[in-house]
C-alpha cells in the first residue's frame, strides 16, 4: 500500500517541463545550460529552450521518458530513463566536448535501462526521493523484461558514486572528463556503472 504522505512517483506530463528542464540541468551539473545557452536566439533564455525540448513527445530528453516525484503538483525530483537498444550512431570526436565522454560510454549500455538523469532539488533533499526514483526507473527496467541498469557519473561526484553502489551499481567503465565549462568544474573521470536485474 502507498503511504499518502510520501511525494507520489508518476510519469511526467508535458506541464512539468519547466521542471524537468530545471532539474536535468542540475542532473548534468550545468551542462544542459551550457548547450542550450549555445542554441538560444535572440530574446530566448536557455532554460526556454530546455523547457522547449523536454515538451517534445521524443527524443532522449521527453516529458515521456521522465518519472516524477509530485508534491500536489509539484514535481519534487525526476528520474528520466530509458532502454538502449543499440550503440550511439553519433562519433564522439563530432559532438561538443562535455557530452563526448557520456556518448562513448553508452556502447557499454546497449541492452540496459539507462538512467539518463536522476535529480531533486535542494529542498526535497536527504529525505529518500533520489532512491525511490531510481527504484521506480527499476520497476520499468524490469517490466520491459531488461537484465539490468546502467547510469553515468562523474567520478569526482563522490555522494553520487555512493548512492549508486549502496544501490548495487558497480564499475564498468569510464572515459576521461574533456570539457567541464560550468561550477563544479569537474576534471577525472565520467564512470559508468551498472547494476544487474536479474
Not at 58 to 73: E, Q
Amino acid at each position: 500500500m502507498t503511504d499518502p504522505t510520501l511525494p507520489l512517483i508518476r510519469p511526467a506530463v508535458p506541464d512539468d517541463a519547466p521542471a524537468l528542464a530545471q532539474l536535468i540541468d542540475i542532473a548534468g551539473e550545468g551542462i544542459p545550460n551550457w548547450l542550450w545557452t549555445r542554441a538560444c536566439t535572440e530574446g530566448q533564455t536557455p532554460l526556454e529552450i530546455g523547457t522547449e525540448r523536454a515538451k517534445r513527445p521524443a527524443g532522449g530528453f521527453s516529458y515521456t521518458n521522465a518519472l516524477v516525484a509530485d508534491a500536489d503538483g509539484a514535481p519534487l525530483g525526476m528520474v528520466l530513463s530509458y532502454p538502449i537498444t543499440e550503440p550511439p550512431e553519433e562519433d564522439p570526436e563530432d559532438l561538443p566536448a562535455p557530452i563526448a565522454p557520456f556518448v562513448a560510454l553508452e556502447k557499454h549500455s546497449v541492452g540496459t535501462w539507462y538512467i539518463n538523469a536522476l535529480a531533486v532539488f535542494e529542498a526535497a533533499r536527504g529525505t529518500g526521493l533520489g532512491t525511490r526514483l531510481l527504484h521506480a526507473a527499476e520497476g520499468l527496467a524490469k517490466a520491459r523484461g531488461l537484465p539490468a541498469m546502467s547510469i553515468q557519473v562523474y567520478g569526482q561526484n563522490t555522494g553520487a558514486v555512493r548512492l549508486y553502489e549502496r544501490m548495487g551499481y558497480s564499475f564498468v567503465a569510464s572515459e576521461p572528463v574533456r570539457l567541464h565549462p560550468s561550477p563544479p568544474y569537474y576534471t577525472g573521470d565520467v564512470l559508468l556503472l551498472k547494476k544487474p536485474l536479474v
